[in-house]
């Protein structure tokens, strides 16, 4: 099996197993109402291989090969749509600590410039 292969084999495997549903499950449904979980996934992969011919002075010369791969899967919850019979409406998920580190990090940031003014003047 050459790397190609390979490669094309790992992607088909992991496509087809991180799916929406494979990580939060099936929709939920309560009366009239049916909630079904949105996600964001991504994977990335790699793999690479090689051979070659050593040249090793007055030795024979040594043939080797090797190879390897590896990848992520990396889901993450963004919201749910929810339908019921007035229609369907997205529920954005947020994370509040990314929300609290973005607002932290634009105080600190506007108080850095704020005293490198201060200071220039």
């Known amino acids: 099996m050459n790397i190609t292969e390979v490669v094309r084999s790992l992607g088909e495997t992991i496509g087809a197993t991180a799916t929406v549903k494979s990580v939060f499950g099936e929709p939920v449904t309560s ?3 049916i909630i079904l979980p949105v996600a964001t996934i991504r994977y990335s992969f790699g793999g690479g291989g090689g051979s070659g011919v050593g040249d090793s ?3 024979p010369k040594k ?7 590896g990848g992520v899967v990396l889901a993450r919850p963004c919201g749910v749509v929810d339908v019921t019979a007035d229609g369907a409406r ?4 947020q994370e509040p ?3 609290a580190a973005a607002v932290a ?3 600190l940031l506007g108080m850095a410039f704020g005293l490198m003014r201060r200071a220039a003047k």
């Open 31 to 33: 009366g009239q109402r």
């Open 57 to 59: 002075g007055e030795e």
């Open 63 to 69: 043939h080797g090969s090797g190879g390897g791969g």
């Open 90 to 93: 997205f529920v954005y998920y």
């Open 97 to 99: 600590a990314l929300i």
């Open 105 to 107: 990090a634009g105080f």
